[in-house]
């Protein structure tokens, strides 16, 4: 069966600091990948998706970057974080036309 | 562009009651819909989703919902709710033109089942 990772669970980190949060998905071979946001507790925001190794699509400009470095591991960074950063984020995969299933999510504080 | 509405942000119902979500779509072709359901500090579970065939979908947790196309609705329902369904849940819709297989999510609605 498929499963996914996502980890840390809960990262405080200071404005200014460096992210890399990491996801990696076992059971699968080349799922789509996706990054998202979830600000206080609501609405769903997509920041990338991936359809391939090294193939990676922005919905929306920000201080984000994601990377695919291998089919099933999805990495999503920042140089220097801002206090709007926090939030959680969700990694989440898909095959072609079928549903999307989440990691547990890492909430990130940023001070 | 597709979009998905949740009219309500929450709803309270009573243990043993039967429980109603509401989920709109506007989404150009045939779309493919979703339910989540999201508890505290979690990432989203999969209840059900509706591709083709039969209007009514079962789903996890006893959970179904219908299709209505001429109403442009996808409302998930329960025959009788239980406290422990009391969460978060998640309308969504893909559009078959969607190449990345995106999903567009409604705003959430709160669901309170009270003892």
């Given amino acids: 069966s498929q499963t996914i990772h996502q980890w840390p669970a809960t990262l405080v980190q200071p404005v200014g600091s460096p992210l890399s949060l990491e996801c990696t998905v076992e059971g699968t071979s080349n799922p789509n990948l996706y990054w998202y946001r979830q600000a206080a507790g ?9 359809v391939g190794i090294g193939q990676i699509s922005s919905e929306v400009p920000q201080n984000l970057s994601a990377s695919r470095p291998q089919d099933r591991q999805f990495i999503l960074s920042s140089k220097k ?30 001070l | 562009a597709q979009s998905v509405a949740q009219p309500e942000d929450q709803v309270n119902v009573a243990e043993g009651n039967p ?12 779309p493919y819909l979703f339910w989540y359901v ?3 500090n979690r990432g989203l579970q999969f209840l059900l989703k509706y591709i083709t065939g039969d209007n009514l979908v079962k789903g996890s947790y006893g959970f179904e919902a219908e299709f209505n196309k001429s109403q442009t609705s996808f409302h998930l329902k329960k025959p009788s709710a239980l406290v422990s369904d009391s969460a978060l849940y998640f309308c969504a819709v893909r559009d078959l033109n969607n190449a990345g297989n995106m999903l567009t999510f409604g705003g959430g609605t709160r669901l309170m089942v009270k003892p």
């Fill in chain 1, 81 to 110: 974080l801002l206090l709007s950063d926090s939030g959680f984020y969700l990694c989440a995969w898909s095959v072609l036309r079928g549903e999307q299933y989440f990691g547990a999510g890492t909430r990130l504080s940023v």
């Fill in chain 1, 42 to 50: 609501r609405g769903l925001q997509l920041l990338f998706y991936s």
């Fill in chain 2, 19 to 30: 429980l109603t979500v509401k989920c709109t779509y506007s989404v150009s072709g045939n």
């Fill in chain 2, 38 to 40: 999201q508890y505290p």
